[in-house]
């Protein structure tokens, strides 16, 4: 069995090359000659995020060794290959399987050898998303950046989606002008004072008329994310916003964008059908930590595929086999529980937590009426959902509570419901060693057949490949597999 490793890379005259090495000789079909120069295939992991759903590690790549006692890659000090792809292949002759595409970290050189470290694939993400800050700049009344003794290097809010009785931030205190978002698509529906809902006046046509005319007292104004109150407020001011595409999918369409990733369609239409969201950020956040909350907000999970595509699938019970994995391909086989429970049992209950209000109120003025009272006193509304097939089955069946930024709570009922009829039945997870010459290519998120008399999968068990583990010196893969 020959290995081999591609990386794309810059030479040092900025033309696009691509790096060619191998375990043992080799040409490929198109007779391009690979340098013989690979010693330690690799180590790799690589999973999916799904928060409490499924147990598992994300994707965190390792790296493949090359000899280099010769100097003979000396030169590629002077490649650029970070942030490129590199595609780790097997098999025998013209017959490959793909087992890893990557992304480069950098070029570690050693002495005798060069190391290619790949890294996770969403490790971009984990970076603070796109956010300006304001200035401080004010010359009052001037201004809609604050002054350096108030919001002065602050970070300027970000709404995607929806957001509901939000406290915005007051950029501008001679002219009572206030920001809920930086981004162009913001609409405010409703202003409030202390819970008191004021009256909307007629849109500013630019920032410059938001700041040259003010609106009547009691009375509010918008411009964008921009609002101007017509007095001085009583106390908390607080607004209700939307965006031109507040829907889940959407939305992580949207933050996706905003880092230069590609989603899936079918994924986007999927998540729509849950309607609104609403992710409110007012401080530096990584992009991954929002796109983490949505897939957990859906009861999904997120992994890239190997084109590159970025996927927020919804958690459904594995179907549509790719492959079977029979058990002469089975070096060993682990189960480690049999429920997404805390006690590794079959869940019977999900509470979703949806519906959130940015801003609490439990003192708000007399006029508000009790309803809105009651509601500005709570954070958000619970869906909460029962399986009674399985308390009945399993007596001490797990629970499982979301926090979501579903806007609705029927969504979140229909969420909730959706994942304990997926979680309240028994879910294997099971760790099966095999060889990667039986297995073949994998890649997460796919279902495969396990076929074995072990652990009673005799007629065969769909499973979902949630993570694999691969040692590519042994030529062995540890798969993660759950359903």
């Avoid at 009052?140 to 604050?146: F, H, I, K, Q, T």
């Avoid at 005319?213 to 009691?218: C, H, L, M, Q, Y």
């Avoid at 003025?365 to 709570?378: F, H, N, P």
């Avoid at 029927?410 to 979680?423: N, Y």
């Amino acid at each position: 069995m020959t290995w081999t490793l591609q990386v794309d890379a810059l030479d040092p005259g900025g033309d696009s090359v691509t790096l060619r090495y191998s375990l043992g000789r080799y040409d490929d079909p198109d007779d391009n000659a690979f340098d013989p120069r690979i010693n330690q295939p690799g180590l790799f992991r690589a999973g999916l995020f799904a928060g409490s759903l499924i147990s598992g590690d994300r994707s965190s790549y390792g790296e493949t060794t090359l000899v280099n006692a010769d100097g003979g890659l000396d030169h590629l000090v002077d490649y650029a290959v970070d942030g490129r792809a590199a595609t780790l292949c097997h098999g025998v002759g013209d017959a490959r399987a793909t087992a890893l595409r990557g992304t480069v970290g950098r070029l570690s050189f050693e002495s005798g050898s060069v190391s290619v470290v790949l890294r996770g694939p969403l490790e971009p993400l984990q970076t603070p998303h796109p956010q300006a800050t304001y200035t401080g700049g004010n010359v009052l009344p001037d201004g809609l950046e604050g002054v350096e003794g108030d919001i002065a290097g602050q970070a300027k809010p970000l709404l995607f989606g929806e957001v509901a009785n939000a406290t915005p931030v007051t950029v501008n205190t001679a002219r009572l002008i206030y920001q809920v978002s930086d981004r162009d698509d913001c609409e405010m529906t409703s202003v409030y004072d202390n819970g008191a809902e004021l009256s909307q006046g007629a849109a500013y046509a630019s920032l410059d008329a938001l700041q040259a005319d003010a609106p009547a007292a009691g009375e509010w104004r918008a411009y964008g994310g921009y609002v101007r109150l017509g007095a001085s407020p009583s106390g908390t001011v607080t607004v209700d916003a939307t965006t031109s595409a507040p829907d889940a999918g959407d939305v992580f369409e949207t933050i996706a964008g905003d880092r230069g990733w590609r989603v899936s369609a079918d994924d986007v239409a999927d998540l729509n059908t849950l309607g609104a969201v609403r992710v409110y950020v007012t401080s530096s956040t990584d992009t991954l930590d929002l796109l983490d909350n949505l897939a957990i907000s859906v009861g999904g999970y997120l992994n890239v595929e190997p084109d590159g595509t970025l996927r927020c699938r919804r958690l459904e019970a594995p179907t549509a086999p790719v492959d079977t994995l029979e058990d002469y391909a089975i070096l060993d086989i682990k189960r480690s529980a049999t429920g997404a429970g805390e006690n590794l049992l079959p869940v019977g209950r999900v509470t979703i937590n949806a519906d959130r209000i940015e801003t609490v109120q439990r003192d708000v003025a007399g006029s508000v009426d009790d309803a809105r009272r009651a509601r500005l006193s709570q954070q958000a509304r619970q869906a909460v959902v029962e399986r009674a097939e399985t308390l009945a089955r399993h007596p001490l069946a797990g629970s499982l509570t979301i926090d979501s930024a579903l806007a609705s709570r029927g969504s979140a009922e229909q969420v909730a419901s959706d994942l304990v009829a997926v979680l309240g039945v028994r879910r294997d997870i099971v760790t099966i060693t095999a060889r990667v010459d039986d297995l073949g290519a994998i890649a997460v998120g796919q279902c495969l057949t396990v076929k074995t008399p072990r652990l009673g999968y005799g007629v065969g068990r769909v499973m979902r490949v949630v993570g694999y583990r691969l040692d590519a010196q042994k030529g062995a893969i540890e798969v993660n597999l759950w359903g």
